[in-house]
């Protein structure tokens, strides 16, 4: 405890300057990027039908999984009164798909698989494979530093693979803007500005980079902006390009100001809306809205031989900090619990204002775990906990964990 309030304070004396608000608009950001070229690597074509063998879609345990799977939708999701989605399917067998309650808590708009919601860190997990696909097509590596390509970035040690990894030191920009206290809260901050909170005041870095896990969604929202400055086009964009439009995600988007009207809500345990906030329109860290199908595409896309090289998997699926043996282990924008048998459960945790969500990947058993919620609850993370009906994933006790 002493160590944070020597460190705020330290944080607290570096803003003698104010923090001017928004030096480029999310709309001025996206303009500039349109008026040059685009360079982002091309389409591929992926048969979903033959990325899985017969032995892949099929186990002669499944009936029993199915009961069981069956059995904890009604105890939790039901007995609970969760809101969304889950998806559990091995292969391209989809073993359970059920949804329970409402996209709109006012007028009782039923959850249906056409619902677009909102899976917040969850979308980390399509920023990494964005990174990585511009390394696999040789446009930036991993081990290139952050400065090289957004020049005004003032820490020159700091590397890609320490954004991807949670490894950079850096403090969460959303603790910043209130810690400084200057932000004009009726306007949205954007990655231009999270980027200009610190090149403008440079706060300390909580470690040395590369030395230390420490979990902060400015890591991701640079790593947008990097995006950005290698493809020459936005953000949201190149996601459409690169992942949605191939993959037939048709219910996915990236958040923007436009969206804000449409954009389904997400809620208190008591069903009051969450309202948009000036954090809102910041993505690459959060603000992929999409539903248990289209994330069910991505899942299977990275069994695929030509979405990503393998090497390039391999490495976001090893662990880089093992902060806490067999829990808090962090590949490349993936969370991973690595046990002593061997297995290795790769995941991803969200959580934003009222929605919950958890991306579950089990290679060795080719099976998609997908639990996306709109009215907050812990009990949505439960989803991990089917794990087990798959393989010998000796879980420990995670209550006591934060998911973020």
């Not at 964005?130 to 930036?140: F, P, S």
């Not at 809500?265 to 948009?276: A, N, T």
């Not at 662990?319 to 490349?332: A, F, T, W």
Request: hydrophobic share 35%; aromatic share 12%.
């Amino acid at each position: 405890m002493y160590k944070k309030i020597i460190y705020i304070i330290s944080l607290i004396s570096l803003f003698n300057t104010t923090f001017t608000n928004c030096k480029k608009s999310n709309y001025e950001v996206n303009k500039s990027v349109q008026n040059k070229k685009p360079s982002i690597p091309g389409y591929y074509n992926i048969n979903f039908d033959s990325i899985f063998t017969k032995k892949d879609n099929y186990s002669p345990e499944d009936d029993t999984i199915v009961y069981q799977l069956n059995k904890y939708f009604t105890h939790v999701w039901k007995s609970k009164n969760l809101s969304g989605g889950i998806l559990v399917a091995r292969g391209n067998s989809i073993l359970l798909e059920k949804y329970n309650g409402y996209s709109n808590w006012e007028d009782k708009t039923l959850i249906s698989p056409q619902t677009s919601l909102h899976v917040a860190s969850v979308s980390k997990i399509l920023t990494s494979l964005a990174v990585l696909k511009l390394v696999e097509a040789h446009k930036i590596n991993l081990d290139q530093k952050v400065n090289t390509i957004l020049t005004d970035f003032p820490y020159s040690d700091i590397t890609i693979h320490d954004l991807l990894t949670h490894r950079s030191g850096l403090p969460e920009y959303t603790h910043l803007v209130d810690l400084i206290n200057t932000w004009d809260k009726r306007k949205k901050m954007s990655n231009e500005d999270v980027l200009d909170l610190f090149s403008t005041h440079t706060p300390l870095l909580q470690y040395k980079p590369n030395t230390h896990f420490s979990y902060s969604n400015s890591n991701f929202a640079l790593l947008a902006l990097i995006i950005e400055k290698t493809t020459n086009m936005s953000f949201p964009e190149v996601i459409n390009t690169m992942i949605f439009t191939p993959l037939g995600m048709k219910h996915s988007y990236i958040l923007q100001e436009k969206d804000l009207k449409k954009a389904n809500l997400s809620y208190y345990p008591d069903g009051r809306p969450y309202k948009f906030n000036h954090l809102d329109l910041v993505y690459g860290d959060k603000n992929v809205y999409t539903t248990p199908e289209d994330l069910f595409r991505l899942s299977q896309a990275m069994y695929a031989p030509n979405f990503l090289r393998k090497d390039l998997l391999d490495q976001m699926y090893t662990p880089y900090s093992n902060e806490i043996p067999n829990i808090k282990n962090y590949g490349l924008g993936m969370r991973l619990m690595v046990f002593k048998n061997g297995k290795k459960l790769i995941y991803h945790t969200g959580w934003w204002h009222g929605s919950n969500a958890i991306f579950i990947h089990l290679v060795d058993e080719k099976v998609t775990i997908i639990a996306i919620g709109n009215k907050y609850s812990n009990m949505i993370y439960s989803a991990i906990r089917l794990a087990p009906l798959f393989g010998d994933y000796p879980l420990p006790n995670m209550n006591k964990y934060k998911y973020d």
